[in-house]
């Protein structure tokens, strides 16, 4: 083994700063300290492990999950309380109900009528949240509608609760943005729930929430959890609206130089649109990173802005800004390099496991729970 252990891992691969991910883990949790009586429920849908979900919910705490996998994955090491925040179909009852006669308690979400009325005849334990739309426009009933009761009315005793997603925080360019989505979010959707409970419908959970949101309201009154996951290993995108700095991207995907074209300023990476995904979420930003920031082995910014400005299923080609020069002679083939992800998400989908860096040196490999 060399003396830097990163020159022996194939690429590309996936990393994962530790010291990163626990200052991110602490920022978000004392954003949500910050409103008594209100949890943080970590959405595991990114970082899809149970290591981390032991830092970003500290004694099995309560999790978000987006798949049947996630929920299986993390029930088998000690997550019980769960909520799998993506509508459910009728045929995914039986595992859920199976999960929690295990000894798991994940509760489902749904916005259709016929639905709740599949979830109230099951015979399995099947708690259920309805999910509300507080104008994200993707899934759910809008706060104000009757079809709320109606849906609390089908559900019954397997009523457990609301939830919201406000995904449309994306489109936030400021902390007083966001303070300002998160308050529309939080008036709706605790209003919804105290028009549920007149009527006679318990509502224990209320659940609410995204990362830009969840950093920045203002006041969390009526709302009894708060669910935000991209804060956890931060992107480009995120770091581009504000949620978090540049520094505190914790994900980068390691790639070797594979090509160097000194006619056109370039260099070609083995990480192509299959390792770093083809998001470019920060061509909408403040700062178009095109498919992805270009640090050195140490995770520091390569001279001249240098980006991946085109990507092929297994190529990446990496530019300077425009008007800078990219330092083609520290960046002979075989020189290794890291690429920031505009969405983390869908970068670390690509992966099966993290390569975990503590003060820069590889101290575990984590092994990720991709697919359904």
């Avoid at 991209?230 to 978090?244: E, K, N, P, R, S």
């Avoid at 790639?255 to 990476?269: C, T």
């Avoid at 085109?310 to 008007?323: D, F, I, M, N, W």
Wanted: proline share 6%.
């Amino acid at each position: 083994m060399r003396d830097n252990p990163l020159l022996d891992l194939p690429t590309p691969c996936l990393l994962l700063d530790l010291d990163i991910l626990k200052r991110n883990l602490a920022r978000m949790a004392a954003a949500v300290a910050r409103h008594p009586g209100v949890a943080l429920r970590p959405h595991m849908k990114t970082a899809k492990c149970w290591q981390a979900a032991e830092l970003a919910a500290p004694g099995r705490g309560p999790i978000t999950v987006s798949t049947l996998a996630e929920a299986r994955h993390f029930a088998d090491h000690g997550f019980r309380d769960q909520v799998y925040a993506v509508g459910i179909a009728p045929a995914k009852l039986d595992a859920v109900a199976a999960l929690n006669a295990a000894g798991a308690s994940v509760k489902v979400i749904t916005d259709d009528a016929e639905v709740a009325d599949a979830i109230a005849a099951h015979p399995g334990d099947i708690p259920t949240l309805i999910e509300v739309d507080v104008g994200e426009g993707r899934g759910g009933i809008p706060a104000d509608s009757a079809m709320l009761e109606q849906a609390a009315a089908r559900l019954g005793p397997k009523l457990a609760g609301l939830l919201s997603h406000s995904g449309h925080s994306y489109a936030g360019r400021s902390a007083a943005a966001m303070a300002e989505l998160a308050e529309a979010e939080r008036a709706a959707l605790a209003g919804a729930a105290a028009r549920l409970r007149q009527a006679g419908h318990a509502v224990g959970i209320v659940s609410a929430g995204a990362s830009p949101t969840a950093a920045h309201a203002a006041r969390l009154d009526g709302i009894t959890e708060m669910r935000a996951g991209v804060y956890m290993l931060g992107d480009l995108f995120q770091a581009g609206i504000g949620t978090h700095g540049i520094e505190d991207v914790a994900v980068t995907v390691l790639a070797s130089v594979i090509g160097r074209y000194p006619a056109r300023g370039a260099v070609l990476l083995d990480a192509g649109a299959l390792a770093l995904s083809k998001d470019r979420s920060t061509e909408a930003g403040p700062r178009d990173w095109g498919f992805g920031r270009v640090l050195d082995l140490e995770g520091r910014p390569l001279p001249g802005e240098a980006m991946v400005t085109r990507v092929h299923q297994e190529h990446g080609e990496v530019r300077a800004a425009p008007g800078a020069t990219l330092p083609l002679d520290r960046l002979a083939v075989g020189t290794r390099l890291r690429v920031a992800p505009n969405h983390v998400c869908l970068t670390a989908a690509a992966h099966p496991r993290y390569h975990v860096l503590e003060g820069g040196r590889v101290v575990a490999v984590w092994e990720r729970v991709n697919h359904w």
